[in-house]
């Protein structure tokens, strides 16, 4: 029920952290997988993405959202995964640049794929955050197209249901990546952030992409439009 092998997933930026933890969970159960970083090529990460199809892209332009649909344009699973938080989300110019990224790029990728999913009777799986149910109070931009990724998810999942396109969410906690380094530069910070966790401590990319597989599989065919949180228990709270 969770074997890809005859599937192809495109992940957005999964260079790195969460959307790399997801694309090799895919790839573990084998489905070839495509992944969007902004680098000119794969070899200039850190990490080895040889494992998958690589693709430079430039998500934050309906151009460069185009470009992608042209390289990649049949796949059976989309995960909107690529996304910014930016220092200067109270000045306007940032605040409307995360949105354009995180909300309004999520929405053009669903239009550009909606053909070729229905058609093959694949599904999406968005990436939200706690920032979908909490305030982040030093990233309203981000805050807030987390928080309008739930609502676009629900939208979409209750508009293409008959299509036979399920679309759904994963909602990430404290995940140990390099985005949430400065977190962990101070033991006294991190360990306040870490009191608000049940479990009482970061997870690791990998553990995101169960989440992920299990809504895109035969497993969840009755499971359309909700938010999955992978969160260690903070949303009891």
Not at 149 to 157: E, P
Not at 204 to 216: D, K, N, R, T
Request: glycine fraction near 10%; hydrophobic fraction near 45%; include cysteine.
């Amino acid at each position: 029920m969770l074997d890809f092998s005859e599937k192809t997933i495109l992940v957005t930026g999964a260079s790195q952290g969460i959307g790399l933890g997801i694309a090799r969970g895919f790839a573990q159960a084998g489905g070839r997988v495509h992944i969007t970083g902004t680098r000119a090529s794969a070899d200039s990460y850190e990490d080895d993405l040889s494992a998958f199809d690589y693709h430079q892209a430039d998500l934050a332009t309906s151009a460069g959202r185009e470009q992608l649909h042209a390289a990649v344009p049949e796949i059976d699973v989309l995960v909107n995964n690529a996304g910014i938080a930016l220092d200067n989300e109270f000045e306007i110019d940032g605040f409307r640049q995360t949105i354009e990224m995180n909300l309004i790029g999520v929405m053009e990728l669903c239009l550009l794929y909606r053909a070729t999913l229905v058609e093959r009777k694949g599904s999406i799986v968005n990436v939200g955050s706690l920032a979908s149910y909490l305030s982040l109070k030093e990233v309203p931009g981000y805050t807030a197209s987390k928080s309008g990724l739930y609502g676009l998810t629900r939208v979409l999942a209750d508009k293409w249901a008959q299509q036979g396109l399920r679309v759904n969410m994963v909602a990430p906690g404290f995940v140990h990546t390099r985005m949430t380094e400065h977190y962990r530069v101070d033991p006294q910070q991190e360990n306040r952030l870490l009191a608000t966790v049940p479990m009482r401590r970061w997870a690791a990319p990998e553990e995101m992409a169960g989440g992920a597989l299990f809504l895109a599989s035969p497993l969840a065919s009755y499971i359309t439009g909700i938010s999955l949180p992978i969160d260690g228990g903070v949303l009891l709270r």
